[in-house]
């Protein structure tokens, strides 16, 4: 039977977060947004609405989280959205859910005749090329102006309208250079076919910038959307119906009606779609939530999550909580949180985005200006402006941070890590330091008993079972996959332990000369207690170190006990016999010499010194108070997720240095290029779009 904790015993209480608000969270989809500067635009105009408390855009979701004042809906947030431009529509608080992806849809509609005409201009263009005659010339220019105008109209709608919504709020936004490179090279082009020469067009540079520019969008979004979504994939767990048991039979109702004590029908294969108790017994999967792939025993009382599958019998599920008030809902919330998490490097992209639009519209001015003064070439002066527009678009800017940032959670989370802090991964990067809690950290609390057949099993639970005893707590709890053989005449001796008859014969669980035995009839059996390490303790211990990182045990537990253990899992530095201060302020002395902690604890005891330390994780069956002091859960029961943590941090942070780099690069390199007039519009559209691909391809690879 797997150890992993309950997801219900996971997800962090609301009454634990703090001091109880009265503020309510709605969800607002935004279909058009697609950049840093979207975020910081959208998180701008919301600041300037007086019934948002705050906001915060998940760029991979398309979607912000508003935050309101009581009793104030989204009315407000939506007109402003509006006038500022946007497109902005309140989502389903009941189902998070995305509807079909008619976005998606759209875009391949909008590429596929891009391309088709694209290709088709192109085949006529390489007549003209090839020395065709004036009138062959000019014929050829107007079948593509017919094939290429029509297109454009359709496909490259997304960047008019963007550009034409943000220039009705008075700002500007990255789709209006892309949305004037497009109108100049289509207008010239249709200009010089009709008035001049013809001797060059761009209808198929204007064609092949809307191709990749809508390829790029696509191929992103698909990418964004495999690596976002850790909190898509909980949501997606989430069921429309249920059968309910209802005294005239069952029922099938929406899981939004479902409310508290309403009975549940589960099927073999079903998952829960709420929070609820089991009256009876089961088998779950509840790897989709905790990553842990052993199926786990449930018994009538026990709590099921929503998202839990049920492997074996029917099930009746006794529901606990409304579906938005779920484990599911409140998991999926933290995780969208660590998402939608700012880095330190964020701040440079969102600025750099931010500025884009002025910059870019003044270098283009520059380069024309330049180019006309010297040579006097209208036509060439706007085709450098018109490749300086396009080439410029800092989409690989704008992605080098966000895409790093919701590949790596979702990755951590499918390694068994809810990473619920949003600047959590960028802490976990920069440890050099780890402090391990014992007692429910490195071990799971309960003793490590030598085998006993199936029988002698029976007996000592069936005595353990009796007393209070810590002892025989332990023991009880270590047994407790066995089940109890049948005694009579039982009887607790204070001092001495538990008697009792065993098919007629006296048995005793209880103290002897080297400690806890067990007497049956005939013999003795020792039962030496030595603590049950979690699975991958060792092997955490052991890759922390080979990392470079100094390894310290900290417990309340006495410094023998503690030294026995730390010896068996290869750690040298222990600090035992520590009071819930003493944790505290080893964690202050180490930050004070420069260290950076990793606090790794689970109790009350550890929560201050979570809450201190530079960064922490707490194990799924942590109190209440260690899982929100924790920057983040370790969801399945092997502590090998903690070291492979550690390992995804440094390779996110290596990731948004590399992007950022290619970014940077891009531009310097782009930018002069297109000035001095070296890059046509075409060439300038296959570049851009390249870029930005690149740079989410960087941050999805394994």
Known sequence: MSIAACPGCIAVPADAVGPVSTDHAVDIALPGISCAGCIAGVERTL?????????????????????????????????????????????????????????????????????????????????????????????????????????????????????????????????????????????????????????????????????????????????????????????????????????????????????????????????????????????????????????????????????????????????????????????????????????????????????????????????????????????????????????????????????????MTARLFRNGILLKSPTGLERLAEIDTVLLDKTGTLTEGLPELPDLDAETAAVALALARVSDHPVSRSIAAALRDHDAAPLTGIEEVPGDGIRASWNGAPVRLGRGADGTVLDLPGRRIALPMTERLRPGAAEMVFDLRRMGLAVEMVTGDTEARAHTLAHRIGINDVHGGLRPEDKVELVRSSVARGRRVLMLGDGLNDAAALAGAHASLAPGTALDAARVAADGIVLGGDLRAVSQTLRLAHRARRRIRQNLGLAVLYNALAIPVAMAGLATPLMAAIVMSSSSILVVLNAVRR
């Open 47 to 407: 600041a300037g609405v007086t019934s948002v408390r705050s906001a915060r855009v998940n760029l991979a979701a398309r979607r912000v989280r508003v935050s309101l004042a009581p009793g104030e809906d989204a009315g407000e947030a939506l007109a402003a959205l509006h006038a500022a431009g946007y497109e902005a529509l309140e989502l389903d608080g009941e189902s998070l859910r995305p509807a079909s992806d008619d976005t998606a849809r759209g875009l391949l509609a909008r590429i596929a005749v891009a391309g088709f005409a694209m290709m088709n201009v192109m085949a006529l263009s390489v007549a003209v090329w090839s020395g065709a005659g004036d009138t062959t010339r000019a014929f050829f220019h107007w079948i593509s102006a017919a094939i290429a105008l029509p297109a454009l109209a359709f496909s490259a709608v997304p960047f008019f309208a963007s550009a034409a919504a943000a220039l009705r709020a008075g700002r500007l936004n990255m789709d209006v250079p892309i949305a004037l490179a497009i109108a100049l090279a289509a207008s010239m082009s249709l200009y010089e076919t009709a008035f001049a020469s013809g001797a060059d067009t761009w209808f198929d540079a204007a064609l092949s910038l809307t191709f990749f520019l809508l390829v790029g969008r696509f191929l992103e979004g698909r990418a964004r959307a495999a690596a976002r979504s850790a909190a898509t994939e909980l949501t997606a767990l989430e069921l429309p119906r249920a059968t309910r048991l209802t005294g005239a039979g069952r029922e099938v109702v929406d899981v939004a009606a479902i409310c508290p004590g309403d009975r549940i029908a589960l099927a073999p294969g079903a998952r829960a779609p709420v929070d609820g108790v089991a009256e009876g017994a089961a088998t779950l999967d509840r790897s989709a939530l905790t990553g842990e792939a052993d199926p786990v025993g449930v018994m009538p009382g026990e709590t099921i999550c929503a998202g839990e599958m049920v492997l074996s019998v029917p099930l009746v599920l006794c529901a606990s909580s409304r579906a938005q008030d779920s484990t599911l809902r409140r998991l999926a919330a933290m995780v969208e949180v660590a998402e939608t998490g700012r880095h330190r490097y964020s701040g440079i992209a969102d600025r750099a985005a931010r500025l884009y639009a002025p910059v870019v519209h003044g270098l283009a001015a520059l380069a024309f200006a330049g180019w006309w003064t010297a040579t006097g070439d209208l036509h060439h002066s706007v085709a450098v402006a018109t490749a300086t527009l396009i080439i410029t678009c800092p989409c690989a800017l704008a992605l080098a941070v966000p895409a790093v940032t919701a590949a």
